[in-house]
């Protein structure tokens, strides 16, 4: 089972991304976070595999937190989920430590297929 910890400060985005991955047999959402803030709080005691993280987050971005993330939840992995889709997006996102890359404007079970691979993967020392 995916453990899974969505961060993300649209309501309705969590909410809808939350029934739809929880109608996965290997999917369970452990906790959501409104903000970068809220997730650097859960992380620890939630332990999530993935962290599905908006880049675009008020105050404390996607980005920041990811870079955060990596101290607080070492075991985590971060997948980014963002509106903006470009190498300089997605390189800002790995060299913070993002281990996956998911645009908003993509399929949905492309969203699942990141979420599984990145699960799937030795995380990295």
Avoid: C, N
């Avoid at 990596?70 to 889709?85: F, G, N, Q």
């Amino acid at each position: 089972m995916i453990k899974l910890l969505l961060v993300d400060d649209q309501a309705v985005m969590r909410e809808a991304v939350s029934v739809w991955l929880g109608i996965e047999p290997d999917v369970t959402v452990v906790g959501q976070a409104d903000s970068g803030e809220a997730a650097l709080q859960l992380a620890p005691a939630l332990q999530p595999d993935i962290i599905l993280m908006d880049i675009d987050m008020p105050e404390l971005d996607g980005i920041a937190t990811t870079e955060r993330m990596r101290a607080i939840a070492p075991e985590s992995a971060v997948v980014i989920l963002s509106m903006h889709d470009d190498e300089h997006v997605r390189a800002r996102a790995e060299a913070a430590g993002a281990r996956g890359f998911v645009s908003k404007y993509q399929a949905l079970d492309q969203l699942l297929d990141v979420i599984r691979s990145v699960a799937t993967r030795p995380t990295a020392a």
